[in-house]
């Protein structure tokens, strides 16, 4: 295939779209939800899917003047010249964790969020309550939220530029509720769904076996500043799902409007991927994982087909349509 441009490539693939489209490939992507066979994010049991990959680790907090470090299990106050107070988040009991928050001046109480929740998330001691995007914010808005440790579970993704974020969506980054519904609009605007290069993915996967790589042809970069310059010639289901973890990450939780944590969902079954949102809640004693999904892949390509009056806006990814073999917290 070396010199095939994308051009002739499409002429090329125009005939195998109705193979693929009628063969293995509709199988993969309309099957397996539950109705016939399967389950899906409604029915199935997520505690063990989000804490399999789960770290809490590795979280740095800058508060003014002060900075507060988890590691393993020390969580310890920083300022400009070196630790100034350190503690076992396993040995110390909340109440003098939050001598130590008074002592320091930290405000919310980072120390003792931690000491009082790392163990319990460590050990999947925590409800998770699943919920439709528009409710999702509803949910948490009233809430006891704890920022810091949910800020903690932000294990190993890459971060936007915050003021990046904030151009490309046209949003204040640090309101995460808008940043979703901006994102979409602004996938819309700046991207596509990639038909070209999932329709030659197809026919490499499921007619050709993988023995040649057609997808390669289609690709272009993907970053934040490519779909502003129009760079980007389409995206595909996994890399709108890491913009918009990026993205949801461009500030951190503490100081959001929200607190949230994004994941990148991966479905095997159906070689799909798109986002989880979640925020931690501590109600009547209770450690809450309230989580929602959103579909960017759906919400882009039901627009570029104008079929969003038919099939909707397809943001909301909670819902009998989705299916999740594996939830990262990093990437």
Not at 264 to 282: N, P, W
Request: with cysteine; net charge negative; proline share 3%.
């Amino acid at each position: 295939m070396a010199g095939v441009n994308r051009r002739k490539l499409l002429k090329l693939l125009g005939g195998g779209v109705a193979t693929v489209g009628s063969g293995k490939a509709l199988y993969n992507t309309q099957i397996g939800y539950g109705v016939l066979t399967g389950t899906n994010v409604r029915e199935q049991d997520l505690k063990p899917l989000l804490t399999e990959w789960m770290r809490v680790d590795d979280y740095r907090a800058e508060l003014d003047g002060n900075a507060v470090e988890l590691s393993g299990d020390t969580v310890a106050v920083t300022d400009g010249d070196g630790v100034v107070a350190e503690r076992s988040v396993t040995d110390t009991a909340p109440e003098e964790a939050a001598e130590i928050d008074a002592e320091y001046g930290l405000a919310g109480g980072p120390v003792e969020e931690l000491v009082r929740t790392v163990p319990a998330l460590r050990a999947g001691d925590f409800v998770v309550e699943g919920a439709k995007f528009d409710e999702f914010f509803e949910r948490i808005a009233d809430a006891d939220s704890l920022p810091f440790a949910t800020g903690a579970t932000r294990d190993g993704y890459d971060y936007a530029d915050a003021e990046t974020v904030g151009a490309f969506v046209d949003a204040d980054p640090a309101d995460p509720e808008r940043v979703v519904t901006a994102l979409r609009a602004a996938f819309r605007e700046h991207s596509s769904y990639d038909k070209p290069r999932y329709v030659a993915g197809s026919i490499e996967d499921n007619v050709l076996f993988g023995t040649v790589d057609l997808r390669k042809h289609f690709e272009s970069p993907v970053g934040f500043g490519a779909l502003e310059s129009g760079e980007a010639t389409g995206l595909f289901c996994t890399e709108l799902t890491r913009r918009s973890t990026e993205a949801l990450h461009a500030v951190p939780a503490h100081e959001a409007t929200a607190p949230v944590v994004a994941m990148f969902v991966s479905d095997t079954r159906h070689k799909h991927a798109y986002t989880g949102v979640a925020s931690l809640l501590r109600e009547d004693g209770e450690l809450v994982m309230a989580i929602t999904f959103l579909d960017y892949m759906h919400s882009t390509l039901y627009d570029d087909l104008a079929l969003t009056g038919v099939l909707g806006d397809g943001l909301d990814a909670y819902n009998t349509r989705h299916r999740a073999t594996d939830v990262y917290w990093h990437r």
